[in-house]
């Protein structure tokens, strides 16, 4: 088997469609079609099928699929290996992020990746999104999850703490929340990315509750929402690394501190996909991250 033909299979598989494969590859649609009919006739079964969103490998097609990844990986490993014989590290890394968490607390760690390994072409996305890291040609993502995905291979790298915290002159003009009912009547500020009603969890030893509140303003820009909360629009519920220098400056006041908050997780994952090996640039890049992190 012409293993040229294989590797197309592997993209055409990946992309999902024929048009995306020739995006992909700079070839025509019409090119790829071919191809794919020739190696289905030379083997005389069918490698993939139509569904109504995507094209999918049939069992032969998937066994094909694995091997002719494996062997992708293999050469892009071995193609590494000899590049870096005699240079420094190189290669190209597709980084996705949260949109909070990368810009508030992860622009100086890959500042510092870079100046550090040159080499290494990285691309970083700011989205909140994991469905489907495939499609997006991700390499490596780091999300704050309840649960890793488990289609996803996952390293747990930290944890994130969520507070609420208000201005000091909304509570001036309010006085102090003292239990955590008081939540229900007060202008509040928080990421939206679940919809306009927000699923609180607090935990105070062995209490748990559950509040459902709806943001007066809400947004998954988390620089907004740090300045909404300093400018006294609400009591702000998000984690601790988008109001910490709030808090230390004055700026916020940390309240119902006996409880602890979690809005849609609090465990920080490094994620990519099961059956794409990471390249030495990406393992690399994400050595580097879990290290900062912890």
């Not at 590859?25 to 019409?30: E, G, H, N, Q, S």
């Not at 289609?151 to 309010?174: D, K, W």
């Not at 997780?265 to 994620?271: I, K």
Request: glycine letters at 6%.
């Amino acid at each position: 088997m012409d293993a040229n033909a294989l590797q197309l299979l592997v993209e055409i598989v990946d992309a999902g469609s024929l048009a995306e494969a020739a995006r992909r590859l700079k070839m025509t649609r019409a090119n790829i079609s071919y191809h794919l009919n020739q190696l289905e006739r030379a083997l005389g079964t069918q490698l993939v099928r139509r569904t109504p969103r995507r094209l999918e490998a049939t069992e032969v097609g998937q066994r094909l699929y694995l091997r002719g990844q494996a062997i992708q990986q293999e050469l892009l490993a071995a193609r590494e290996e000899v590049t870096t014989l005699s240079q420094s590290l190189r290669g190209r890394v597709r980084l996705s992020v949260p949109s909070g968490y990368g810009h508030l607390v992860m622009t100086d760690w890959l500042i510092a990746f870079k100046r550090q390994y040159s080499g290494i072409v990285l691309q970083v996305l700011f989205e909140n999104r994991v469905d489907d890291l495939l499609r997006d040609e991700v390499d490596v993502a780091v999300r704050v999850l309840p649960e890793p995905p488990q289609a996803l291979v996952a390293r747990e790298i930290g944890r994130a703490r969520y507070v609420a915290c208000a201005a000091p002159t909304l509570i001036a003009a309010r006085g102090m929340p003292q239990a955590l009912d008081d939540l229900h009547h007060w202008p509040m500020v928080a990421s939206s990315m679940l919809g306009a009603q927000i699923r609180l969890l607090a935990t105070r030893g062995t209490e748990h509750r559950v509040l459902r509140l709806e943001p007066t303003l809400g947004s998954e820009h988390y620089p907004f929402l740090r300045s909404a909360i300093a400018a006294g629009l609400g009591i702000g519920i998000t984690p601790d690394y988008v109001v910490a220098d709030l808090l230390q400056g004055g700026q916020a006041v940390a309240l119902l501190q006996d409880w602890e908050f979690d809005l849609y997780g609090t465990r920080l994952y490094l994620l990519h996909m099961p059956n794409r090996l990471p390249t030495r640039a990406a393992r690399t890049l994400i050595d580097f991250i879990a290290e900062r992190a912890g």
